[in-house]
């Protein structure tokens, strides 16, 4: 079975400072891969996407994530965290279709000031 | 353009009664998803418009949950009767292609007491 596993609840990192949100994945054939964060008290927006291609994905909001495929993983990153970057990020695989995604547990990243 | 918008923002309801949550999409999105994340678990899927047609449906958990999406404008998933573990927060997304980015709304926060 297709699944999407987020090993941390939370992460927290103080501004300024590098950040990575780690996802593990294991679906069949090629797999696409997303990134979505929620913010407090709105939905999930859409950060970046894998599809094919270059390992290393550049998205929104100066994120990028890098797909490993021997160690079946696709870590969120951002070289310089900013306070505003706090929120709750999704890791996301289609499922028996493009937009039907299975959702990892989510990831609270916190950066302290 | 408008995001997606859902009505109410929160809902609270006693078991055995029946609610009816809204998403309306953003113009001209022909796809509409209905996914919800009960108790802090993961997100799940429900189901998918394409215009007002259902595309999939493989998510809805049982027969007390009716998605509709008259005219294929707008849609509404009503719980009837709602049970304790429908708690959880409901939310829409749209595309304007079924393999383009979602949009999200900001949810329904639905709580059965």
């Known amino acids: 079975a297709q699944s999407v596993a987020q090993p941390e609840d939370q992460v927290n990192v103080a501004e300024g400072n590098p950040l990575t949100v780690k996802c593990t994945y294991s679906v069949s054939g090629n797999p696409y891969l997303f990134w979505y964060v929620q913010y407090p008290n709105r939905g999930l927006q859409f950060l970046l996407k894998?599809?094919?291609?270059?390992?290393l994905v550049k998205g929104s909001y100066g994120f990028e994530a890098e797909f490993n495929k021997s160690q079946t993983s696709f870590h969120l990153k951002k070289p310089s965290a900013l306070v505003s970057d706090s929120a709750l990020y999704f890791c996301?695989?289609?499922?028996?279709?493009?937009?039907?995604?299975?959702f990892g547990a989510g990831t609270r990243l916190a950066v302290h000031p | 353009e408008a995001g997606v918008t859902q009505f109410p923002s929160h809902s609270v309801i006693e078991k055995g009664q029946t609610v009816t949550l809204r998403c309306d999409p953003i113009?001209?999105?022909?796809?509409l998803y209905w996914y919800r994340r009960v108790m802090g678990k993961e997100i799940k899927f429900l189901l998918h418009?394409?215009?007002?047609?259902?595309?999939?449906e493989s998510g809805m958990p049982n027969n007390r949950f009716l998605a509709e999406r008259t005219g294929g404008t707008y849609s509404t998933l009503k719980v009837q009767p709602a049970e304790l573990e429908d708690s959880g927060v409901y939310f829409c997304?749209?595309?304007?292609?079924?393999?383009?980015?979602?949009?999200f709304g900001n949810g329904t926060r639905l709580t059965v007491t």
């Open positions: 996301a695989a289609p499922s028996g279709g493009y937009n039907k995604l299975i």
């Open positions: 113009s001209g999105h022909d796809n």
């Open positions: 418009f394409v215009k007002e047609s259902k595309q999939d």
């Open positions: 997304a749209s595309s304007t292609t079924g393999q383009s980015p979602l949009h």
């Open positions: 894998y599809i094919t291609g270059d390992n």
